[in-house]
């Protein structure tokens, strides 16, 4: 009599094994691109509130005191970073306004100093050791780095400084001396002669400290940027991105629609012109570093362009395809142009 054997199959076959875990792979292959654009959304928008926050403390900021802060204040006129010159500048002045008021606080009577007239007092600069968490981009993983020194010395004379995503619009024209654009004035430059300044303005000595109104735009508020993100250095030697520092590519964008300074995020070498950056057009780090600091551009870690705040408090994405003349015009206050098509 014939038995027939009833024995189970216990185990998956080598071949059967591979296939499931080619399968597998597949599968992670499909979603993991999924899965870092889902990330990238979510940085994205957690930004675009970031900036958005920060544009409507300096709309508290005008309410309490008539304008919104100063980009920077200093002593005296000067581009070298390394300067005890340069005071508080506005990401320092709108702190009370993000509910940073603590922070402002422990520094008020040297910031007072410097808000009053004419000062040296370096007090105010033990705020650059404290990281502001709304200053930072979640998509900038460079941004969590200190600036340290560079090869001519430290910003300010002292080292440490934390990094930060948000720059103040100076406004587009670069020319030959960012004075220009002090205290209101109104230079010509570009090759389209239009009026480039911005809504924040640098100022010294004991000129007026609080700059426009937002309802005192020329241009409008909803035609105007106010805040443009800005990209913090890969190395610890470079200043772009320090938050507390008033100067091009560390709390400000300057000239950035204006020479070999064209668009955001543009990979020009020689861009910014920031002494002792790196220069690294190709990861669109550009920057003169033999350069005195007078000209940065927006720029950011997000897919195609950058976020920015316009006047109004409104926050859009400005792609880096934008012409450079509506690029400018979207940057100028007092250009007298209709925004030109920026999508």
């Known amino acids: 009599m014939l038995m027939l054997s009833n024995r189970r199959r216990l185990a998956f076959t080598l071949i059967e094994l591979l296939v499931v875990i080619a399968i597998i792979a597949i599968l992670i292959g499909l979603l993991l691109p999924a899965v870092q654009k889902v990330r ?139 004075s220009k654009l002090k205290n209101h004035g109104t230079p010509a430059g570009g090759g389209w002669g239009y009026v480039g300044r911005g809504p924040f303005t640098m100022v010294d000595g004991t000129n007026r400290r609080i700059g426009l109104g937002i309802q005192g735009i020329p241009d409008g508020s909803s035609n105007t940027i106010l805040i443009n993100e800005l990209r913090a250095a890969m190395v610890s030697t470079d200043a772009r991105g320090v938050w507390a520092f008033g100067l091009a590519a560390s709390s400000v964008t300057v000239g950035n629609a204006d020479g070999d300074c064209t668009t955001p995020n543009d990979k020009n070498p020689r861009s910014d012109d920031m002494k002792d950056a790196v220069e690294d057009g190709a990861n669109g780090l550009g920057s003169c570093s033999n350069c005195n600091n007078n000209q940065g551009q927006a720029r950011s870690m997000h897919t195609g362009g950058v976020n920015a705040a316009m006047a109004d408090g409104s926050v859009r994405f400005i792609r880096n395809g934008i012409s450079q003349q509506a690029w400018w015009i979207i940057q100028g206050s007092h250009d007298g142009q209709v925004n030109m098509n920026i999508d």
């Open 40 to 178: 990238e959304s979510a940085a994205r928008l957690k930004c675009q509130n970031n900036i958005k926050q920060i544009a409507l403390a300096c709309h508290a900021y005008a309410d309490a005191t008539g304008g919104i802060p100063a980009g920077y204040i200093m002593n005296t006129y000067t581009e070298n970073p390394y300067s005890n010159e340069i005071g508080p500048n506005w990401a320092i002045l709108i702190l009370p306004y993000i509910e940073q008021g603590n922070l402002f606080n422990q520094y008020a009577t040297s910031i007072n100093l410097h808000m009053a007239g004419a000062s040296t007092d370096a007090g105010w600069k033990g705020i650059r050791s404290t990281s502001i968490p709304s200053y930072l981009c979640p998509s900038d993983p460079y941004n969590q780095a200190d600036y340290t020194a560079g090869a001519n010395g430290s910003l300010g004379n002292v080292s440490n400084w934390k990094r930060g995503n948000y720059g103040a619009n100076v406004g587009p024209f670069h020319g030959n001396d960012i």
